[in-house]
């Protein structure tokens, strides 16, 4: 993975090759993370409880209310969450786990705060293609990210020639982006990884045209081809979206009856590619607490029994989450010392092979 300062050219290069002592090297590369498409993910799971068995999927079905259930003469479940569906069913259950995204109804229901803010920015993705298959072959794949004053453009790398585009910046910049041809919008994310960003800037305030401007910029403009992305070719049709970007976290994970996964716990900033990740650790550890649970003969939606998920997760998150928001902040700032400053250090962290091993296990979960 490549990752500079779009304002000083400062860089920090992450392989675990590189890392390593020379007598440790091997010719077989170890990635630093998978992309794997959500499609592939859904399918996987689906597939997964169908081996279970004992599971009931209600397919293109739409929630339309959280609330307490009620005690009649076959049974008690006035304490339990119970789910009206669109179509009139409804489903109690012993443990509600909210997995349904930032504005979650299952919190809502359980009468958890979430707190944070918005960054005044939107998140551009789209599907693209490029001219090769990277520098590095089918086998080698590299990431790239370049930080921008206005915010992160980030290209990460798919089977093939094809790449995801990932480019935070300010709300109007995303929607005249949207409003491009094809030809201009692969220009300008061209533009993003080899312009200055006084040149991107500018660009942005052309309705079109970007195509032409950004070709006759590239040839009085000086980067080395091997550490940026292979230049982009096409727009994968329909790709193109946006949405608003901001930092929440809920007061806690945990109710009675009731746990939060996901974005419904944490939203993050997208520059760290964190989001989905901190999701499934949600998922593994809360499936620990509820195995543990059962193994010991205890209620799986008891608050007390649901506490070891929340104890674990919430901390981990939460460190994260500001570490992830200083970032944004501080790579907000286009001029001053303070360009300076994290320059050095990005400079001197690429210099420091075993801070950068342990920055790569992190991204990697933990693991290498």
């Known amino acids: 993975m490549q990752v500079w300062d779009g304002v000083s050219g400062s860089r920090i290069a992450f392989d675990w090759q590189a890392n390593a002592e020379p007598s440790q090297r091997t010719s077989q590369q170890k990635p630093i993370a998978h992309m794997v498409e959500n499609l592939n993910l859904t399918s996987g799971l689906l597939g997964r409880l169908d081996e279970l068995g004992g599971t009931s999927i209600f397919d293109s079905s739409q929630v339309d209310e959280v609330f307490l259930g009620k005690e009649t003469e076959e049974i008690e479940i006035s304490s339990w969450p119970t789910v009206k569906l669109a179509d009139g069913r409804t489903l109690g259950a012993r443990l509600l786990i909210g997995a349904d995204g930032a504005n979650s109804s299952v919190r809502a229901f359980a009468g958890i705060g979430s707190r944070g803010w918005d960054y005044d920015r939107h998140g551009v993705v789209a599907t693209v293609r490029l001219s090769g298959n990277g520098w590095g072959g089918e086998d080698e794949k590299t990431a790239y990210q370049r930080f921008l004053p206005s915010g992160p453009v980030a290209l990460l790398p798919l089977p093939g020639n094809l790449a995801t585009l990932v480019w935070s910046t300010l709300p109007q910049y995303a929607a005249h982006l949207k409003t491009l041809s094809s030809e201009d919008f692969v220009a300008m994310v061209n533009a993003a990884f080899r312009l200055s960003p006084v040149d991107i800037a500018y660009l942005h305030t052309m309705p079109e045209g970007q195509s032409e401007e950004v070709d006759w910029r590239e040839k009085h403009t000086q980067f080395e081809l091997q550490v940026i992305p292979q230049q982009l070719m096409d727009l994968q049709k329909d790709t193109v979206a946006s949405f608003p970007l901001r930092m929440r976290h809920a007061d806690t994970y945990i109710g009675e009856r009731v746990a939060l996964v996901g974005d419904a716990a944490h939203t993050i900033h997208p520059l760290a590619g964190q989001g989905l990740n901190q999701g499934q650790g949600d998922v593994q550890s809360l499936i620990r607490t509820i195995t543990f649970a059962v193994e010991h003969g205890q209620d799986i939606g008891a608050q007390l029994s649901l506490e070891t998920y929340n104890s674990e997760r919430y901390s981990i998150n939460n460190r994260l989450l500001g ?46």
Do not use: C, T
């Open 323 to 368: 570490v992830v928001d200083k970032l944004h902040k501080l790579y907000s700032v286009s001029s001053g010392p303070l360009v300076s400053i994290r320059s050095w250090g990005l400079s001197a962290v690429n210099a420091m092979g075993p801070l950068k091993e342990f920055f790569m296990k992190q991204a990697s979960g933990g693991r290498r």
